[in-house]
């Protein structure tokens, strides 16, 4: 099993994927129409069938995209050392993300 996932790893880092979406232009993006159309459809669709439980996943997504990109989480790694005060409240909001995403899942059936 150990192999396995190392050679996921190591497809990952030869990919340079990270990298790419660390380094992904916001404004550009949300202001280009072949991205922009496709998703303001997409959300469209999601507001008339009244899909509310997928429309709190996109922004959920999308919230947590922006939030790895900040310069709060690009100083959790100092080094080669974690930072445990930058942690804990990394850790608390994940928490939620997932309590809300468990319920959403599970908690409600619409």
Known sequence: MGKFLDNIFSFIDS?????QITEVDYVGLFTNPWFLVPFVVF?????????WRDIVFVVIFIGVWVASGTEYMQTLVVGEELQ????LPVLFGGAVVLGIVIYLLFGRSD
């Open 43 to 51: 959300v469209g669709y999601l507001l008339y069938k009244q899909k």
């Open 15 to 19: 990919t340079k994927l990270p990298e």
């Open 84 to 87: 445990v005060n930058k942690v």
